[in-house]
Every structure is written in C-alpha cells, then in structure tokens.
C-alpha cells in the first residue's frame, strides 16, 4: 500500500491528480476537456512510464530502509544508545 500512496502523491505533487471536492465547485467546466484517442494514448503512456519510475523510486527507497534496519539492528546495544542520545532520539 505504501508504494500507492508514494505514486499517488507523485501525481498530486506533479498535477496530474487534484484533491479537492468536485462537488463544491461551481465552475465545473474547468474540469471538462477532451482528449483524440492520440491524445488519450500519449497521455496514458506518459503517465504509464512517470508511475513506473516512482515505483522503482519507492523500491529503493524500501530496500535502504530495511538495510539501514538490519545494520542498526546488528549494532551492540551500547553503540545503539550512542546513536540514539546522538541523534536526540529517545531524549
């Protein structure tokens, strides 16, 4: 789900998506265009390859975090405490 929720504020944070509620505007022909099916077909493909891109984006982002994860997690717990009154973390 996570990886959902990465793409989907990709597309908000690009455009592509607006969150708000249809229903309270009341200029709803802002809303309205038309695509040709050319039009329809380079606009799926564009959006096709930008989702593509930010879900290997979330992927290695996971997969840095569960490195970081487990090389905290194989620390002695006196070098986690370190880290931890370094970092403000607990404190």
């Given at each position: ?24 505007n009341q ?33 290695v982002l ?30």
């Open positions: 789900m996570g990886g959902v929720n990465y793409c989907l504020n990709a597309l908000i944070a690009k455009g592509s998506v607006k969150i708000q509620n249809f229903r309270n200029n709803k022909w802002v809303y309205a265009y038309l695509l040709t099916p050319q039009g329809l077909a380079e606009k799926t493909a564009l959006t096709g390859a930008f989702l593509k891109r930010k879900m290997q984006e979330y992927q996971k997969e840095e975090i569960e490195a970081l994860t487990r090389e905290v997690e194989q620390l002695p717990s006196a070098d986690v405490d370190e880290v931890g009154q370094a970092s403000g973390i607990g404190h």
